[in-house]
């Protein structure tokens, strides 16, 4: 009876260990939560089941003046298991080849085979929309953010190798693109370096947050009051992950972004899953809002999510849902024979945060100065020409979902087709921006070298990917682009430097306002009829 009292201790102990450790959700949706009753669960039948313990006999034995006593057990008399010992197995195996064979079949059953509709119904109502509603023209490129997360992430590691206080024991965490009081930016908390800094700053916390200027390439170090104490570097107690599965323990997680308010106060966004068959097709229902500071968590649904909140939904989750919306609205087998109108998201060869060439689904971000972005080129299946016959743009907070049919080279081909403009150099273009020029789709991205510095701008023409430019900066790639493509709207025309001339009746200009902003030289024109128009200078 000892043995097994002291068994199920450690089983006990095994167990909260294994929970502490790995985070599992107590939730009967969640696949690690039925491998974990499955591994614990046989291992308490094969305790309980464990054989009785035998009474063992003594003997005395005159040796002298000694005693011994000899202990003799019936299995070392009988040299053989006690009776029914081998019954004792029976049950902990069948209970684990049950489990095993329960968890396959509920896998296999929650599959799109048997469920194509719904895995095509997650990422919700679509709306078709025009190039030129999603996209408006622009003027000028100035205020577009081109900068991907690979070379943020260099430019803050920069940032931090610059501060003595900061660089030893601290580093930068995963960047998240956002909209800050009307301004795109990427953040990034400041975390531990390892676990014996997190040991030695524990009790200050870290030191607080990076900003990028997806723009300029400027970075920032933002300093909080108090320190952040909670991040996905600390330990214990204060790991981010581990601190909101203490608090909710039942939830399905997403990921988990870290952003700022419109204070410039730290919150880590988690986003709340639901699977939609059984053990599989997560969708996002809701976020958990937690502060860095403090620790202290509030639930969201979709709906009530504050506004200045952009990650609710990731480029990842929407790559994946529209992939599923365009292979299986049609059902399995013609996903997988027919394909006909099958459809998926584009795939790029791309350098990611660690400096790797991988292949995947890849994707960027526009800002409407209130919202995020998220969008991805649209290509048939069955296609081997590298073309998008479409473009998804996916709302970061709401998932608002719009799709634009506009055929062109995929942003693969834009990509490549930069590089080799400037193949001498052997610099690297980020994913491209795609920006309506005079009522046509173009790719605007820019060009790092191997240290992810910025180095050049590019644009391609979408419907032409063999119409490249390249330039030191985004209005002089600008201007180079429209001399290229000469193209103008009625009444207007390029000049040789690639602007826009353009003639304008004064009686319907109510006033007129020069000065200079981040863009260079600008008149800004307000009309009679409300409307404004910002015109910049050539440099």
């Not at 920069?158 to 660089?167: A, C, K």
């Not at 030893?168 to 930016?185: L, M, P």
């Not at 966004?269 to 996002?284: A, E, S």
């Not at 994707?363 to 073309?387: E, K, L, M, N, P």
Request: proline content about 3%.
């Amino acid at each position: 009876m000892k043995r097994k009292i002291g068994c199920l201790i450690g089983w006990a102990a095994l167990l909260l260990l294994t929970e502490y450790v790995l985070l599992v959700p107590l939730n009967l949706t969640a696949v690690s939560f039925w491998v974990l009753v499955l591994c614990f669960g046989t291992m308490l039948l094969l305790i309980l089941n464990l054989p009785a313990e035998t009474k063992s006999g003594e003997g005395k034995e005159e040796n002298g003046n000694e005693k011994v006593v000899i202990l003799r057990s019936s299995f070392n008399r009988k040299m053989q298991p006690p009776a029914g010992e081998e019954l004792n197995l029976r049950l902990p195996i069948l209970f684990g080849m049950g489990g095993a064979a329960f968890l396959i079949a509920a896998w296999f059953f929650s599959s799109p085979l048997f469920h194509a509709k719904n895995y095509a119904s997650t990422i919700g109502e679509i709306q078709t929309i025009s190039f030129e509603e999603a996209r408006p023209e622009v003027d000028s490129v100035s205020n577009i953010a081109l900068i991907d997360t690979a070379t943020a992430s260099r430019i803050g590691a920069r940032e931090l190798g610059s501060l003595e206080d900061v660089v030893s024991q601290f580093d930068d965490g995963a960047y998240t693109q956002i909209t800050y009081r009307g301004k795109v930016r990427k953040d990034a908390v400041v975390d531990y370096d390892g676990f014996f800094k997190y040991l030695n700053n524990r009790k200050n916390g870290t030191p607080g947050y990076l900003i990028i200027d997806p723009i300029s390439g400027s970075a920032e170090l933002i300093r909080t009051e108090t320190g952040i104490y909670y991040t996905p570097g600390a330990y214990f107690s204060k790991d981010i992950l581990r601190h909101i599965r203490m608090q909710y323990p039942l939830c399905l997680f997403g990921r988990t972004s870290f952003e700022i308010d419109e204070d410039g106060k730290p919150f880590w966004v988690t986003q709340i899953q639901k699977n939609q068959v059984f053990l599989r097709n997560p969708k996002t229902t809701g976020i958990i809002l937690t502060s860095a500071l403090t620790g202290e968590s509030q639930r969201y649904t979709v709906e009530e999510v504050p506004e200045w909140v952009d990650t609710v939904f990731d480029g990842d989750y929407v790559c994946e849902k529209y992939d599923y919306y365009g292979m299986l609205s049609g059902g399995f087998w013609n996903s997988r024979f027919g394909k006909r109108g099958c459809r998926i998201s584009t795939k790029c060869s791309y350098v990611d945060e660690d400096g790797e060439r991988v292949d995947g689904a890849d994707f960027g971000y526009i800002s409407d100065d209130r919202d995020i972005w998220i969008y991805t080129g649209v290509t048939s299946a069955t296609s081997q020409d590298r073309s998008d016959i479409g473009m998804l743009m996916v709302n970061g907070r709401t998932g608002e979902a719009v799709y634009m049919t506009l055929a062109g080279a995929d942003e693969s081909s834009a990509m490549a087709a930069a590089e080799g403009e400037l193949q001498q150099y052997g610099y690297t273009a980020s994913f491209p921006s795609i920006i309506n020029v005079d009522g046509a789709p173009a790719y605007i991205m820019v060009m790092t070298d191997n240290n992810r510095i910025v180095k050049n701008y590019a644009m391609v023409n979408m419907q032409n990917y063999a119409q490249v430019v390249t330039g030191d900066t985004q209005n002089e790639v600008f201007r180079k682009y429209r001399k290229l493509v000469s193209r103008g709207k009625e009444g207007a025309s390029l000049s040789e430097d690639g602007v826009k001339d353009e003639t304008l009746s004064q009686d319907k200009i109510l006033s007129a306002l020069y000065g200079t902003d981040e863009g260079g030289h600008f008149l800004e024109l307000t009309f009679q009829d409300g409307s404004a128009m910002k015109y910049y200078m050539a440099d």
